[in-house]
């Protein structure tokens, strides 16, 4: 079922999501000084682009330093960004079939305006044929 949902999403919305994500971080790349942000656009983008069987999380390490950085991130990307998901996630709801995607969407617009202090890990169901616990 994730890679059904996987293949919709990626056809519908993950694509275009990932290249604007992929924008911003190289775009915040330019600068020295923001190069922490465009590499959390790259790992936020990466979860874009592919996001069912994984999940995000805090960090427990996060602190002052990442809400911080993401007063910055919120003025220069994010905003924009979550407004691509609230616009893509209204337009996904439009059909039955597009409800979860745009659900989906939904749930990316806190993480795309304070993606700091947060890490993207693999979600482990513990069924049969889960190879994550083999071994």
Request: proline share 6%; aromatic share 12%; charged share 10%.
């Amino acid at each position: 079922m994730r890679l059904i949902l996987n293949v919709l999403w990626l056809v519908l919305s993950g694509f275009w999501l990932f290249l604007g994500y992929l924008g911003a971080g190289v775009v915040l790349c330019i600068l020295i000084l923001t190069i922490p942000w465009g590499i959390a656009s790259f790992r936020i983008g990466l979860y874009a682009l592919w996001p069912f069987g994984r999940e995000i999380v805090p960090k427990p390490t996060a602190g002052v330093g990442s809400f911080l950085g993401n007063v910055v991130w919120v003025i220069l990307a994010g905003w924009w960004l979550a407004l691509g998901h609230i616009i893509t996630g209204l337009a996904l709801c439009i059909t039955i079939i597009g409800i979860p995607l745009g659900i989906a969407n939904f749930k990316l617009v806190p993480v795309s305006l304070m993606p700091l202090g947060k890490e993207v890990r693999e979600i482990r169901r513990g069924g049969p044929f889960d190879r994550t616990l083999a071994g």
